[in-house]
């Protein structure tokens, strides 16, 4: 199989879909890697080192997608990307399609097959190609919540640890799962007074085991995320329904009522956020202020860190990666489940059913059983 890597190319998104050290794998196994020149070279994979591994360095994105049977990226393609997808192409990356049906519909259009990275599953019901980049973001949310906090970037001037005779911030984390885990542990090892909010009572168990009494654990109610989030001076959201859009937990009454100079973090801005009040920013200008509360919600919080997210990346993609050249994209979804939840849109067909809930309406779609998909 040809399996090319072009650049990404969204704002200050420095990832890149294969490391050399991935590309020498694929080469391994039989398969020619084509790779953009400069693909890697902001987080020192350099051309020379795809040339080492046995890659073809070529000059422009168009020569990728022109040539690549399967095309590997991280983030979910741009329209002129979008319109250089072919029928009979396989796209394997972050697609994130519920909330954007500018991209659903070009995918749909270009016949092409479209493998989401946050939706592959394993045999415990995780997302094993979203979990590396959860961590990551969960991490960072609270770097980024603790920098903005400070009273030259809008905050309120509120160290997040506090010192002694101070108290510490309030961080408040809606979600127990891999973001708001992450993002606790990191809250914690700084000092901060840590509560968080979820909805299973079996995992609020578990996180207060894992956190033995460090933080506070709170069943979710709508009540409990009006109190909370009125007394935080930092709100992470860190929600997550597999594919789906994000649910809307924080509304503008809760912004309006929240300290001024408190700051919220939108890590499920790329299934639209769970703050109402949330859009996506960049990391060339990630914040704004509504209610004098400053909003921080960049869409590839990972790419910040894009080394380490680009090395966490291919470990958890490589093997999945490498099963869909080595047999080919329909026997390697038939023959796993686990890949095959991986698909949302083939030859014209949205085969995950939360992204036609999402946008069937807006765009027409009907849903299509990924399995009946592929027979076509």
């Known amino acids: 199989m040809i399996v090319g890597v072009p650049k990404e190319i969204k704002n200050h998104e420095y990832r890149v879909g294969l490391t050399p050290a991935s590309a020498k794998e694929f080469v391994a196994h039989g398969h020619q890697v084509i790779v953009e020149t400069n693909a890697g070279t902001a987080i020192g994979f350099t051309d020379a080192q795809y040339e080492e591994a046995g890659a073809t360095i070529l000059a422009t994105a168009a020569d990728i997608f022109a040539q690549a049977e399967m095309i590997v990226k991280v983030k979910e393609p741009q329209p ?3 319109k250089m997808l072919r029928e009979g192409q396989t796209l394997y990356t972050y697609l994130h399609l519920a909330p954007d049906p500018t991209q659903t519909e070009l995918l749909v259009a270009s016949g092409s097959t479209c493998i989401a990275y946050e939706t592959v599953t394993d045999h415990t019901g995780g997302l094993p190609l979203l979990a590396p980049m959860s961590e990551v973001a969960g991490r960072m949310s609270i770097q980024a919540g603790a920098h903005n906090l400070e009273k030259a970037q809008g905050g309120s001037g509120t160290l997040l640890g506090g010192v002694p005779g101070v108290a510490p911030a309030k961080v408040l984390v809606l979600g127990g799962g891999v973001v708001g885990t992450n993002a ?6 700084m000092g901060a007074d840590v509560t968080i909010l979820d909805r299973s009572l079996p995992r609020l168990r578990q996180l207060d085991d894992i956190f033995n009494g460090r933080v506070k654990t709170v069943f979710s109610t709508v009540d409990a995320i009006e109190e909370y989030s009125a007394n935080a001076d930092l709100v992470i959201g860190a929600v997550l329904i597999p594919g789906a859009a994000a649910p809307k937990l924080i509304n503008k009454a ?32 990630p914040t704004y202020v509504i209610d004098d509360v400053v909003h921080y919600c960049v869409a590839n919080m990972p790419g910040g860190v894009a080394r380490t997210s680009t090395i966490a990346l291919n470990n ?13 994209p329909k026997r390697a979804m038939l023959e796993d489940k686990h890949l095959l939840n991986g698909l949302n849109v083939h030859k014209g067909k949205v085969t ?17 059983d990924a399995a009946a998909a592929l027979e076509l």
């Open 352 to 368: 995950y059913k939360a992204v036609v809930d999402a946008l069937g309406d807006t765009l027409k779609l009907e849903y299509m």
């Open 316 to 328: 958890a993609t490589l093997p999945f990666g490498l099963a869909l050249a080595n047999k080919g």
């Open 254 to 285: 809760h912004i309006a009522a929240m300290k001024p100079g408190s700051v919220v973090v939108d890590v499920a801005i790329d299934q639209g956020g769970c703050f109402e009040t949330a859009k996506a920013t960049t990391h060339q200008d």
């Open 184 to 189: 606790a542990k990191m809250a914690v090892g």
């Open 80 to 82: 002129n990307e979008c």
